[in-house]
């Protein structure tokens, strides 16, 4: 057999990168690595790596919930960042005030925003559908949201900086890195709740159904799923994430209440590069988006790596804006 | 337990503000302001139906550009203003360019994020920006600063108002210029709403492929909407940073984006006139918050903060739930569909 032409060899690359368009990602980010590897050393972009996963993490569980929402409600939640800052607070209330456990806050925190995320539902989103109301109206209405979830904040806690009880001086040395032990268990809480939820989403029967719900949600009422249960587990789920990212973000930094609204653009950037309404697409951008920004800190200063979130979502927008993984809808 | 009598009647204090000559001037002082800005997001959101998330960024631009290049460059103040308006109008086509042809929603957070950029930007680009500490003039050489030129103008006005009136706030005339703004701006684009240019623009907003499939280039329009937008957005800068005196980066948050919004959803959706009440409305209860006399306990001052945010918040989910056309406006005219 002979040899295929090299235009052949280009072909077949653009058809299987267009079958497979997160291949093109993957190879950006391995040269990027590759690159940083060459130019600062193993070491450091190992360092700076862990720092991202634990950051790309919480992105990661922000983002599987919003995006959920955002495909089976056509919910622009704009006040899902600041459902992480609830539940970073919620969190302080049990670890700090009351003096209990990190681990009892985690739960509260997940339990209270996800009772959080039911009560919208009920309140407003529910009875908003009803009314068949339009984009403009839910996404004003979700910031409006926001704003009035900040303010109880801000009434309760004030705007002064409080930090959770954890340990910020121990650190464990591994494979020649130094990594803080908070920073640690943030990590390995983090990437192991982003598994469970990949293979909920994928094994299970209400994985597949809010999937189905998230393709088209008139297909899966006719298809005899209970949109209306479906649709609370949703909130249920997309909340205690939220109130678990929060909780991650507020250990390894500090709560004020503007902490979900910073975090939230970072985490609508990995819900556009996975593609609006795919979970699995969320989950990996979050963790990219994360270990970019922390890369970024080697080649540039750190006051500007808040921008990288930024920046990858306009480069997105403007190359691809269905997502890495993104089917090409009408966009 | 005794309880003070005082903190029984916290609201007793609130008629004694609105014959305060000082509250009215701030409340008009704003409400021009974000008049002003919400004009802009009537013509973007209201009647071209794209969702501009991102005036802050058009507000930073104006007043930045107008004070690095009078404090920082020695301009003139008249030179650095056109100079500052076409800055940011530049900069809402480069923005508009990829992103207007995305879906609504798309184009809403891409906006949002480009204005956090800028923001962004202004706080860390401290040797063009002087970063958190902001833009303010610098008392050693005063010759060329900002504010000197509009001091001089200001007590030109203010003398020739003192024929009429004896003791004039010194904030008057900068509100008779922003309210001669708002006068302006709003027969400019009523006029432009009823030329051809403005029945494409809702050709655009009921049904864009309609209006491609008439022939008609949408994506000029709505670039030229959004220029437009950007050049009120500078304006509205410029008088914010004349009312403050200084340019932070605070004074840019995305939340002020959304006062101009909850002015737009007030005073009505496809509603130019509506928007000047709306404005007028809106921070007649903001700036009544910060002028009636609470008791300290519980109101301390991050809490007065917090129940600005709570009225606006609350204003914009009421309004959204129950009159999402606002005081003046028309249901028909509203884009609520996709």
Same mark, same amino acid.
């Given at each position: 057999?002979?040899?295929?032409?090299?235009?052949?060899?280009?072909?077949?690359?653009?058809?299987?990168?267009?079958?497979?368009?997160?291949?093109?990602?993957?190879?950006?980010?391995?040269?990027?690595?590759?690159?940083?590897?060459?130019?600062?050393?193993?070491?450091?972009?190992?360092?700076?790596?862990?720092?991202?996963?634990?950051?790309?993490?919480?992105?990661?569980?922000?983002?599987?919930?919003?995006?959920?929402?955002?495909?089976?409600?056509?919910?622009?939640?704009?006040?899902?960042?600041?459902?992480?800052?609830?539940?970073?607070?919620?969190?302080?209330?049990?670890?700090?005030?009351?003096?209990?456990?990190?681990?009892?806050?985690?739960?509260?925190?997940?339990?209270?925003?996800?009772?959080?995320?039911?009560?919208?539902?009920?309140?407003?989103?529910?009875?908003?559908?009803?009314?068949?109301?339009?984009?403009?109206?839910?996404?004003?209405?979700?910031?409006?949201?926001?704003?009035?979830?900040?303010?109880?904040?801000?009434?309760?806690?004030?705007?002064?900086?409080?930090?959770?009880?954890?340990?910020?001086?121990?650190?464990?040395?591994?494979?020649?890195?130094?990594?803080?032990?908070?920073?640690?268990?943030?990590?390995?809480?983090?990437?192991?709740?982003?598994?469970?939820?990949?293979?909920?989403?994928?094994?299970?029967?209400?994985?597949?159904?809010?999937?189905?719900?998230?393709?088209?949600?008139?297909?899966?009422?006719?298809?005899?799923?209970?949109?209306?249960?479906?649709?609370?587990?949703?909130?249920?789920?997309?909340?205690?994430?939220?109130?678990?990212?929060?909780?991650?973000?507020?250990?390894?930094?500090?709560?004020?209440?503007?902490?979900?609204?910073?975090?939230?653009?970072?985490?609508?950037?990995?819900?556009?590069?996975?593609?609006?309404?795919?979970?699995?697409?969320?989950?990996?951008?979050?963790?990219?988006?994360?270990?970019?920004?922390?890369?970024?800190?080697?080649?540039?200063?750190?006051?500007?790596?808040?921008?990288?979130?930024?920046?990858?979502?306009?480069?997105?927008?403007?190359?691809?804006?269905?997502?890495?993984?993104?089917?090409?809808?009408?966009? | 337990?005794?309880?003070?009598? &005082?903190?029984?009647?916290? @609201?007793?204090?609130? /008629?004694?503000?609105? +014959?305060?000559?000082? #509250?009215? *001037?701030? !409340? =008009?002082?704003?409400?021009?302001?974000?008049?002003?800005?919400?004009?802009?997001?009537?013509?973007?959101?209201?009647?071209?139906?794209?969702?501009?998330?991102?005036?802050?960024?058009?507000?930073?631009?104006?007043?930045?550009?107008?004070?690095?290049?009078?404090?920082?460059? &020695?301009?003139?103040?008249? @030179?650095?203003?056109? /100079?500052?308006?076409? +800055?940011?109008?530049? #900069?809402? *086509?480069? !923005? =508009?360019?990829?992103?207007?042809?995305?879906?609504?929603?798309?184009?809403?957070?891409?906006?949002?994020?480009?204005?956090?950029?800028?923001?962004?930007?202004?706080?860390?680009?401290?040797?063009?920006?002087?970063?958190?500490?902001?833009?303010?003039?610098?008392?050693?050489?005063?010759?060329?600063?900002?504010?000197?030129?509009?001091?001089?103008?200001?007590?030109?006005?203010?003398?020739? *108002?003192?024929?009429?009136?004896?003791?004039?706030?010194?904030?008057?005339?900068?509100?008779?210029?922003?309210?001669?703004?708002?006068?302006?701006?709003?027969?400019?684009?009523?006029?432009?709403?009823?030329?051809?240019?403005?029945?494409?623009?809702?050709?655009?907003?009921?049904?864009?492929?309609?209006?491609?499939?008439?022939?008609?280039?949408?994506?000029?329009?709505?670039?030229?909407?959004?220029?437009?937008?950007?050049?009120?957005?500078?304006?509205?800068?410029?008088?914010?940073?004349?009312?403050?005196?200084?340019?932070?980066?605070?004074?840019?948050?995305?939340?002020?984006?959304?006062?101009?919004?909850?002015?737009?959803?007030?005073?009505?959706?496809?509603?130019?006139?509506?928007?000047?009440?709306?404005?007028?409305?809106?921070?007649?209860?903001?700036?009544?918050?910060?002028?009636?006399?609470?008791?300290?306990?519980?109101?301390?001052?991050?809490?007065?903060?917090?129940?600005?945010?709570?009225?606006?918040?609350?204003?914009?989910?009421?309004?959204?739930?129950?009159?999402?056309?606002?005081?003046?406006?028309?249901?028909?005219?509203?884009?609520?569909?996709?």
């Amino acid at each position: 057999m002979a040899e295929p032409a090299p235009s052949a060899i280009g072909e077949r690359l653009k058809e299987s990168l267009r079958r497979r368009p997160w291949l093109g990602a993957v190879a950006v980010i391995l040269a990027i690595f590759l690159a940083l590897v060459a130019a600062e050393g193993l070491h450091n972009v190992a360092q700076t790596g862990i720092n991202g996963l634990s950051l790309g993490a919480i992105y990661a569980l922000g983002a599987v919930g919003l995006t959920l929402v955002y495909a089976i409600l056509k919910l622009v939640n704009f006040a899902h960042g600041d459902f992480l800052t609830f539940g970073a607070y919620m969190a302080y209330l049990v670890n700090v005030t009351w003096g209990m456990p990190l681990v009892v806050a985690v739960f509260w925190a997940m339990l209270m925003t996800a009772v959080l995320g039911l009560l919208f539902e009920r309140l407003l989103w529910g009875p908003m559908r009803a009314k068949h109301a339009g984009f403009l109206q839910l996404i004003l209405m979700s910031i409006g949201l926001a704003f009035l979830l900040r303010a109880i904040i801000q009434w309760f806690w004030s705007t002064e900086i409080r930090v959770l009880d954890v340990n910020t001086t121990d650190t464990v040395d591994f494979l020649g890195l130094r990594i803080g032990q908070t920073q640690l268990v943030v990590v390995i809480v983090g990437v192991a709740v982003l598994v469970a939820v990949g293979l909920m989403l994928r094994m299970t029967l209400l994985g597949k159904r809010m999937r189905a719900l998230s393709d088209d949600l008139d297909l899966a009422e006719t298809a005899g799923i209970d949109t209306r249960r479906v649709i609370n587990y949703t909130w249920i789920f997309a909340g205690a994430l939220a109130g678990l990212a929060g909780v991650l973000a507020a250990a390894i930094t500090n709560l004020r209440p503007e902490l979900g609204f910073e975090l939230l653009l970072p985490i609508f950037a990995a819900v556009i590069l996975g593609g609006i309404g795919d979970a699995f697409g969320a989950l990996a951008a979050g963790l990219v988006i994360g270990v970019m920004t922390e890369w970024s800190t080697l080649v540039i200063d750190a006051r500007w790596k808040t921008a990288v979130g930024f920046l990858v979502l306009v480069i997105v927008l403007i190359i691809r804006p269905q997502g890495i993984f993104g089917r090409a809808k009408a966009i | 337990m005794t309880i003070d009598p &005082g903190a029984l009647v916290p @609201l007793a204090v609130t /008629l004694e503000s609105l +014959t305060d000559p000082d #509250f009215w *001037v701030s !409340v =008009g002082v704003l409400a021009g302001i974000y008049a002003i800005v919400a004009l802009g997001l009537q013509l973007n959101t209201g009647f071209t139906g794209i969702v501009n998330f991102g005036m802050a960024a058009f507000m930073a631009i104006g007043a930045y550009t107008m004070a690095i290049l009078v404090i920082k460059a &020695g301009f003139s103040f008249w @030179l650095s203003l056109p /100079l500052a308006v076409g +800055t940011s109008m530049l #900069f809402g *086509v480069l !923005v =508009g360019l990829p992103s207007l042809r995305l879906r609504a929603d798309y184009f809403a957070i891409a906006t949002i994020a480009m204005a956090e950029v800028v923001r962004l930007f202004a706080q860390n680009a401290r040797e063009l920006t002087g970063g958190n500490q902001g833009l303010f003039c610098d008392l050693d050489n005063p010759s060329n600063c900002y504010p000197d030129t509009w001091n001089s103008i200001s007590e030109s006005i203010n003398e020739f *108002v003192t024929n009429f009136w004896s003791d004039p706030p010194t904030l008057l005339p900068l509100l008779l210029v922003i309210w001669v703004t708002v006068g302006l701006a709003t027969l400019a684009l009523t006029y432009l709403q009823r030329a051809p240019w403005g029945r494409v623009l809702r050709a655009i907003r009921e049904d864009e492929d309609a209006a491609q499939a008439l022939g008609k280039n949408t994506l000029a329009f709505k670039l030229q909407s959004l220029a437009i937008a950007a050049v009120l957005g500078s304006i509205a800068g410029f008088f914010l940073a004349l009312d403050l005196r200084t340019v932070h980066p605070l004074d840019f948050e995305p939340l002020v984006t959304f006062f101009a919004f909850s002015v737009l959803i007030l005073g009505g959706m496809g509603s130019y006139r509506g928007v000047a009440v709306g404005a007028v409305l809106f921070w007649f209860v903001l700036e009544g918050t910060r002028f009636i006399d609470l008791p300290d306990p519980p109101f301390t001052e991050t809490r007065i903060a917090s129940v600005r945010l709570a009225i606006t918040g609350l204003l914009l989910i009421g309004l959204m739930a129950f009159r999402p056309q606002g005081l003046f406006g028309k249901r028909q005219e509203m884009v609520l569909g996709e």
